[in-house]
């Protein structure tokens, strides 16, 4: 890299290997299906929030605990694409 220091270019080399590595984290099927349905959740809520959370604080973040209540508020107040997409995050 012309006009990179080579620390910067080390560094940046090194980095770069690190993402093509595979993850070392284990899960079981169950653990990464909840970590998609916590996920999902957390996009619903940060896409309906003026509509449905409007009450909730914006930096929340729906944990596993909190899906049902998540997929709930969207049913009562999301309109027919809010009652599909609750149908999907319980399914």
Known sequence: MDGVPQELSAYLSRIGRKGG?????????????????????????????????????GDFKPGLADIDWVAERLRKHGGREGWEAASRLCH
């Open 21 to 57: 590595q595979r993850s070392r984290r284990t899960l079981t099927p169950d653990e990464a299906r909840r970590m998609v349905r916590v996920r999902e959740a957390r996009k619903l809520y940060a896409k309906y929030h003026t509509r449905c959370f409007w009450n909730a604080p």
